[in-house]
């Protein structure tokens, strides 16, 4: 089945850790993005890819990092420089990011504890 | 920016009544209005969406409805079945460096009472 994996799906860390999230994808999408979601915040944007070996920061990328080096792998690190990480970060992905009715596909997500 | 308000945080009510979830967007230059639903413990999913140049978009019990001019969209649900209960988003996107990106609401959770 087609679909995009996040791991792990729980993940408790200490404070001041890094901690780097896993998403792969076997859509063949060329775009992929990570959201983090908060309860009554909706869903916001760290980053997203369009291509391999490229991404650009979203609307609160402040404390994460990306690397795009394959094109079904999107892996994002939440660093010690972020305040608040934990909560529940959804990857997605598209296969028509420059087309006006973009379609995202999301994963189950991961929930991070910072303790 | 793009900003997307949505409407209401929670909504409550019975079996068989019917769902409304209004949003409003800023930015005239989005052209694309998705609605995901989120059931607990998953990621949102697609479940209807509307172009701007269409007015209304039906599928089944569930319908979209755009006002370019008041650049408002709301999603409506009939016959609400408890398996609708999830949180449901709405997104506008318009182009930014090249691609679009969706903005999303915040969420409404719908909770349907058998």
């Known amino acids: 089945d087609g679909g995009i994996t996040q791991s792990p799906k729980y993940l408790f860390r200490k404070e001041g850790q890094n901690v780097t999230l896993s998403c792969e994808q076997n859509l063949n999408h060329d775009a992929m993005y990570w959201y983090r979601q908060d309860p009554g915040q909706g869903l916001r944007l760290i980053y997203y890819s369009q291509i391999v070996n490229d991404f650009q920061k979203g609307d609160i990328a402040e404390g994460y990092s990306v690397s795009r080096e394959k094109k079904e792998s999107f892996p994002l690190t939440v660093t010690s420089a972020q305040k608040n990480p934990t909560a529940f970060y959804l990857c997605a992905s598209s296969g028509q990011p420059l087309s006006g009715a973009n379609v995202l596909t999301f994963g189950a997500g991961s929930r991070l504890t910072v303790l | 920016g793009e900003n997307v308000e949505q409407h209401p945080s929670t909504l409550s009510v019975q079996e068989g009544d019917s769902a409304v979830i209004k949003c409003t967007y800023s930015?005239?230059?989005?052209?694309?209005f998705p609605w995901y639903k989120q059931e607990l413990g998953k990621g949102p999913q697609l479940i209807i969406d509307?172009?701007?140049?269409?007015g209304e978009k039906k599928d089944q019990r569930i319908a979209v409805t755009l006002n370019k001019t008041a650049k408002h969209f709301s999603l409506h649900i009939t016959e609400t079945q408890p398996e609708d209960s999830a949180v449901y988003f709405c997104?506008?996107?318009?182009?930014?460096?090249?691609?679009?990106?969706?903005?999303f609401g915040r969420g409404t959770s719908l909770i349907v009472h058998p």
């Open positions: 997104a506008a996107s318009m182009k930014a460096g090249g691609s679009y990106i969706p903005t």
């Open positions: 509307i172009r701007s140049n269409v």
């Open positions: 930015d005239s230059a989005s052209n694309y």
